[in-house]
Antibody, heavy 118, light 106 residues
Framework: EVQLQESGPGLVKPSQSLSLTCSVTGYSITSNYWGWIRKFPGNKMEWMGYISYSGSTSYNPSLKSRISITRDTSKNQFFLQLNSVTTEDTATYYC????????????WGQGVMVTVSS | DIQMTQSPSFLSASVGDRVTINCKASQNINKYLNWYQQKLGEAPKRLIY???NLQTGIPSRFSGSGSGTDYTLTISSLQPEDFATYFC????????FGAGTKLELK
């Protein structure tokens, strides 16, 4: 079965970069698409972007200047970097399989809460 | 951007009730609409994909319908384990989510 697990610091200072890892088991990230989604306090959710089986990326235009998604195929992991964070980036961050059609959002990690605070 | 309006935000119901949750898109999303269930501290679980396709392993009391801009999740007979938060996702153009419905025990 496909499983995803997010990891990373739970606290980041304003203006710094947020870096998270998604570890995938049961499926190779060299197939399909892999995304990051976040859920803000108050429950609004936002799709952030994805990385494809080939390493190409697509980002939410609202984040395009600050976000980078990369991967390490040898470890079957992909990564989120969000630069210049503010308190408004405080959220629970999820990774998920983000393929097209029936694969869109079919498997998710349980999420990691990140607080931006000095 | 496509906006998703989900209703109701809160729903009180009893075991055995039939409940419906709605998502309305700001434009046609061509049935690219998924439904999820989430419990506190757990990963979202996909129930329905592309409007009316039941995810493998999900009980048949869950069903989805809709077209164009209007979509519905129906739970035909609530079970104790169904009390959770539900949200929709449109993936016709970029991806946007409904605000969620918290289903509580009456």
């Amino acid at each position: 079965e496909v499983q995803l697990q997010e990891s990373g610091p739970g606290l980041v200072k304003p203006s710094q970069s947020l870096s998270l890892t998604c570890s995938v088991t049961g499926y190779s990230i060299t197939s399909n698409y892999w995304g990051w989604i976040r859920k803000f306090p108050g429950n609004k959710m936002e799709w952030m972007g994805y990385i494809s089986y080939s390493g190409s990326t697509s980002y939410n235009p609202s984040l395009k200047s600050r976000i980078s998604i990369t991967r390490d195929t040898s470890k079957n992991q992909f990564f989120l970097q969000l630069n210049s964070v503010t308190t408004e980036d405080t959220a629970t961050y999820y990774c998920a399989r983000w393929g097209y059609g029936s694969y869109r959002g079919d498997y998710w990690g349980q999420g990691v809460m990140v607080t931006v605070s000095s | 951007d496509i906006q998703m309006t989900q209703s109701p935000s809160f729903l009180s119901a009893s075991v055995g009730d039939r409940v419906t949750i709605n998502c309305k898109a700001s434009q046609n999303i061509n049935k690219y609409l998924n439904w999820y269930q989430q419990k506190l501290g757990e990963a979202p679980k996909r129930l329905i994909y592309n409007t009316n396709n039941l995810q493998t392993g999900i009980p048949s009391r869950f069903s989805g319908s809709g077209s164009g801009t209007d979509y519905t999740l129906t739970i035909s007979s609530l079970q104790p384990e169904d009390f959770a938060t539900y949200f929709c996702l449109q993936h016709n153009s970029l991806n946007t989510f409904g605000a969620g419905t918290k289903l509580e025990l009456k």
